[in-house]
């Protein structure tokens, strides 16, 4: 099986800077693009952020020069730097990772999701 643990989330004033944490951990071979959305209340998941095995990224219009995804692929894990907060990022985030993994009998490629983690910017 495949996990993925999120970190990092919390309570920050608007103007504030806060670190999220992913890491994906089970039967993986390789993992390709890793990513952040968020979902505001009464609101649909959105994308954030994204990259690449390969480390492109791409990034939400609404966060560009303010977020930061990075990752460490020999660890498995995905990061974002969260700065220059607004009350508006208020939302529980969502690690997502596209990865190629084994059952114990075939490799299967699957999309997988964290349990997500609550940022409150608010003062």
């Known amino acids: 099986q495949v996990q993925l643990v999120e970190s990092g989330g919390g309570l920050v004033q608007p103007g504030g800077s806060l670190r999220l944490s992913c890491a994906a951990s089970?039967?993986?071979?390789?993992?390709?693009?890793m990513g952040w959305y968020r979902q505001a209340p009464g609101k649909q998941r959105d994308l954030v952020a994204t990259?690449?095995?390969?480390?492109?990224?791409n990034y939400a219009d609404s966060v560009k020069g303010r977020f930061t995804i990075s990752r460490d692929n020999a660890k498995n894990t995905v990061s974002l730097q969260m700065n220059s907060l607004k009350p508006e990022d208020t939302a529980v985030y969502y690690c997502?990772?596209?990865?190629?993994?084994?059952?114990?009998?075939?490799?299967?490629?699957?999309?997988?999701w964290g349990q997500g983690t609550q940022v409150t910017v608010s003062s």
């Open positions: 997502n990772a596209y990865l190629k993994w084994w059952t114990g009998s075939y490799y299967s490629t699957d999309d997988y």
């Open positions: 089970g039967r993986i071979f390789s993992i390709n693009d």
């Open positions: 990259i690449s095995s390969g480390g492109r990224t």
